[in-house]
């Protein structure tokens, strides 16, 4: 997840060195727009490849393979002499950023106890906000091909401790290796009452799946149960939650502000020599209130944290835009620009309390368990397309409306999108991944801990 961070906010410090006189690599406006937002395109392989990976091959070995890319992109990155060389290693990197976004959240989720579940979750984007961060403040001492080496190091170490991890349970109880499912699930949470009724409850709700389903499907079949499943409640509505949360992700400038940190700072104080301290203390702060996320998530509702800290995020964010405009009209004074950093600063501490880590953590809690490979999938699509048009329109926008009309347009849809999320989303804190799974089925939570007796209920189709 810090090379995930690294890798998004790169553009910060790629771009400046480029654009340098002593640069040997030249590159215009609209090539460098392409470098910074790739990223978002390539992201599509890779989150098709890891849910491919993920379902056929396990959730262990789909990691491992997912991060060769961004292993090579990165070594890439340091021996390159032109446009074209970075252009790929920029792909790659893409495609492992975009590949661990879904399957991160699944690993976590599905490893993890219900109890402190929601809180690794939020510990990821953190991670991700700590390798912004750590980009950031190389790029003010190392030059660019420095900071890839250093990317290099996550990469590696990230390997080698994926290698120690066992098979997720759920995987194996999803392929009826049963018993080894029931290992897994011991050696990662313990022998408890509540982990047997949990490991128990898993495994019931997947044989009686396999009952109402054939043993063999033909290619055929597997395409027409594809498509069958955009029919299915139990998937429709986690896909339109995920989505929505694709949204609310970029539109809170989860991505936008990391890649374009300098150019914003130095247009809202109008000193580009301060401007490395300003993006430093901001970084700083987003990932402190990130990874204090973390604790208020165990404390509190998901619902509670998103919706509060959503929309007082949003008016600090619209106050901050009305003070930017007055100031370009001359109608308040430009002198006093701790002001409007100050209020960024409050902005980007209350979303990063809810708007930025509970939409990532949703992709790993939302989808049941026979769509979660596909769900992570069309999640991560929606997340690569969200995110390519964001980085590729940020830059005109900040041309044209300036940052203030850029933020404005940024609020207003995380606003709408809250708006949405307030009737549809689910409280899920303390709840097992089987309990979810049935609330999308039925359309209610069925305590699996205390009732384990209930009969089966056919999944209605949407008609």
Not at 296 to 323: D, E, H, I, N, P
Request: net charge positive.
């Amino acid at each position: 997840m810090i090379g995930q961070g690294m890798v998004l906010s790169y553009p910060s410090s790629l771009l400046p060195g480029l654009q340098s006189e002593n640069s040997t690599i030249k590159v215009d406006f609209n090539t460098a727009a392409w470098l910074s937002s790739s990223i978002g395109l390539a992201g599509i392989p890779g989150f098709l490849l890891s849910s491919y990976f993920m379902d056929i091959w396990g959730r262990k070995v789909a990691h491992g393979l997912i991060i060769i890319p961004g292993t090579i992109g990165w070594s890439l990155v340091y021996a390159a002499n032109n446009i074209p060389t970075l252009m790929i290693a920029r792909i790659l990197g893409g495609m492992t950023a975009g590949g661990t976004v879904g399957l991160g959240a699944v690993v976590i989720g599905e490893y993890t106890d219900p109890k402190h579940r929601g809180m690794f979750l939020n510990l990821k984007t953190a991670a991700v906000c700590m390798g912004g961060m750590l980009v950031h403040a190389l790029g003010h001492f190392v030059d660019w091909r420095t900071i890839a080496l250093v990317a290099l190091v996550p990469h590696i170490l990230a390997l080698g401790i994926i290698c120690s991890w066992p098979e997720s349970p759920s995987w194996l109880a999803l392929k009826k290796q049963f018993e080894k499912s029931e290992q897994s699930f011991y050696w990662l949470r313990g022998k408890t009452t509540q982990s047997r009724k949990e490991i128990e409850e898993l495994i019931r709700a997947q044989k009686e799946s396999l009952q109402l389903s054939s043993n063999k499907i033909s290619l055929g079949g597997r395409i027409k149960e594809f498509f069958r499943k955009f029919l299915r409640k139990d998937f429709t509505k986690p896909l339109v939650i995920v989505i929505l949360g694709t949204f609310l992700l970029e539109a809170s400038g989860r991505h936008i502000f990391p890649a374009y940190a300098i150019k914003i700072i130095n247009a809202v104080t109008g000193d580009s020599s301060q401007s490395f301290y300003y993006t430093l203390a901001i970084d700083i702060i987003i990932t402190t209130s990130t990874v204090f996320s973390s604790i208020l998530v165990k404390m509190f509702k998901r619902r509670t944290l998103l919706f509060v800290s959503g929309f007082s995020a949003v008016a600090v964010l619209m106050s901050v835009c009305l003070y930017l405009f007055l100031v370009s009209r001359d109608l308040i004074s430009s002198e006093r620009t701790w002001i409007p950093i100050m209020m960024f600063v409050a902005y980007f501490i209350l979303a990063n309390l809810g708007c930025t880590p509970i939409p990532l953590a949703l992709i790993g809690e939302v989808f049941p368990l026979a769509h979660r490979g596909i769900g992570s999938c069309c999640g991560g699509l929606s997340l690569s397309i969200v995110l390519n048009i964001g980085l590729q329109v940020a830059p005109y926008l900040m041309a044209s409306v300036k940052v203030y009309g850029t933020f404005a347009i940024l609020g207003a849809t995380t606003g709408i999108v809250l708006m949405i999320l307030f009737f549809i989303l689910p409280e899920t804190k303390d709840k097992t991944l089987q309990e979810i799974d049935d609330y999308f089925k039925y359309g209610k939570f069925k305590d699996v801990r205390e009732n384990n007796d209930d009969d089966e209920v056919n999944v209605k189709m949407i008609t």
